[in-house]
């Protein structure tokens, strides 16, 4: 879906990345259905930020022969593209598809965000950079790699999955550095 402009808000989503840094860095074990993302606010999340229609693309590592077809199966209900990828061992095949469709990107209209903190993908971010292109990361930042929070420095946004995108239903236990603004005392006390 473009507007009349053709502006879209491409949602990339390296759900290996997320799930990964949510459950070794942030819960230390595998998260409870309660704990994981609410995957449609993000997608709700990119329509109100940048007012324009939203496409999402959720990359999955199907190398192994099988998907989960019932997350599959949500994905597309609440609007996203799951893209089921297949490759060898040695490849990291969700890092390859999002890097072949940020480089597709350059020749398009629209602008990206993309759920990673993984800084394999900021030579690519770095190339959307510059123009009217909007280009974002949905991450926690405390785990952002520097190859990506580098990019700051040239436009690219950065939001926050729990503070900003909202997308969990649970307050999770991260230690980061809290902005004065966003301090409630009634959460440590």
Known sequence: MQ???????YVLVDGENIDATLGSQILNGRPTPEQRPRWERILDFAQRRWEQPVKGLFFLNASNGTMPMSFVQALVAIGFQPIPLAGASYEKVVDIGIQRTLR???????????????????????TLLGSDRRV????????TSSGLTQLTDRGLEVFDLEGDVRAFNVTLPRLRIIPLEEFDPLRYL
Do not use: K, N, P
Not at 3 to 9: L, P
Not at 106 to 124: I, K, M, N, Q
């Open 104 to 126: 597709a990107l350059r020749d398009r209209t629209g602008d990206v965000l993309l759920a990673s903190h993984d800084g394999d993908f900021a030579a690519d971010l770095g």
């Open 3 to 9: 507007t009349d402009d053709g502006r879209t808000t």
């Open 136 to 143: 974002g990361l949905l991450v926690f930042r405390e785990f």
